[in-house]
């Protein structure tokens, strides 16, 4: 049996996916050293077990639910994430997706709220969607628990490889710090080492420390420094946070353009 771990933005519909695709709570805790919930569940084909995680906007902790999650990855064994979208928010959405990408473990995407899209006249193109990302979508309406069958099914499924396709192409500058960051970790680790240098570069204090354990502390900032001061003096950006940021937003602007197909000409949804 192996875990399963359940990732989203808050109100995507985490909890009435979970509910649907376990029976019910195995265990509900804390996490280790934060009053944040801990809940595992069996799934209902008694396969796997699923992890509920703090619903998030990004990896980098502004709290103690970011903490969570961060340290769930740095840590804990488990074969492969669900990842929860909104399709009426897509593009706000998918900045997480692309962190958990760039984990570059097993992944499999819940689109929910499909329902909600679809009055608001939004269709995805969910196959060009999954193929832009690399990774298999399943079309949910989490209330009700349509598709969620055909998404308990596939989480079971071995056929689920590590992403290696999914790469956004941060300029040369960090591309080269990325590099340099990557060849001073040893290469026997199991977590991405590109993954850790984006997070790091992007201010995750739990990546940070995770590196000082292989890094020392004036080394990495020295890095940090030298990388934001050339970004800076190039780009004319505030910090290295915003040019990720950034960086990942264009590249979401270029995905959303070629899979998002408007049927009518209401709210205008996606801005
Ligand atoms: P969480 O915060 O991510 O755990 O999200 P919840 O499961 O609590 O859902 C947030 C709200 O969205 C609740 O009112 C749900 O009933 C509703 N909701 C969840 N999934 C869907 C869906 O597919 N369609 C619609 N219309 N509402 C949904
Ligand atoms: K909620
Ligand atoms: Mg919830």
Same mark, same amino acid.
């Given at each position: 049996m192996s875990e399963i771990a359940l990732?989203? =933005?808050p109100n995507t519909g985490k909890t009435s996916l979970f509910n649907h695709l376990t029976g019910s709570y195995e265990y509900v805790g804390n996490w280790t050293g934060v009053t944040v919930e801990k809940k595992v569940g069996l799934l209902r084909d008694k396969k796997n077990h699923l992890i509920d995680l703090p619903g998030i906007y990004s990896l980098k902790p502004l709290s103690s639910d970011e903490d969570v999650a961060t340290l769930f990855l740095l840590n804990e064994k488990f074969s492969k994430i669900l990842n929860i979208i909104d399709a009426s928010q897509l593009e706000r959405n998918l900045h997480l997706t692309i962190q958990l990408l760039e984990?570059?473990?097993?992944?499999?995407?819940?689109?929910?709220?499909?329902?909600? %899209? =679809?009055? $608001?006249?939004?269709?995805?193109n969910e196959t060009k969607l999954s193929e832009l990302l690399g990774v298999s979508i399943f079309p949910?309406?989490? $209330? %009700? +628990?349509? +598709?969620c069958?055909? !998404? !308990? =099914? %596939?989480?079971? %499924?071995?056929t689920s490889k590590n992403i290696e396709s999914f790469k956004i192409d941060y300029g040369s500058i960090l591309e080269n710090k990325i590099e340099e960051l990557s060849k001073l970790l040893p290469s026997n680790l199991n977590i991405s080492k590109r993954w850790l240098a984006i997070q790091y570069?992007? +201010?995750?204090?739990?990546v940070k420390k995770y590196l000082q354990s292989f890094i020392p502390e004036n080394c990495l900032q020295e890095i940090y420094l030298d990388t934001e001061k050339q970004l800076i003096t190039t780009e004319a950006l505030s910090s290295l946070t915003k040019f990720i940021h950034n960086k990942r937003h264009q590249h979401i602007k270029k995905i959303t353009s070629q899979i998002l197909v408007k049927t009518k000409t209401t709210k205008p949804t996606f801005t």
């Open positions: 990732f989203g =933005n984990f570059a473990k097993p992944m499999i995407i819940g689109l929910n709220m499909i329902d909600v %899209s =679809n009055q $608001r006249g939004i269709k995805i949910i309406v989490a $209330r %009700s +628990g349509k +598709g069958k055909e !998404l !308990l =099914n %596939s989480l079971d %499924s071995n570069f992007e +201010g995750n204090e739990q």
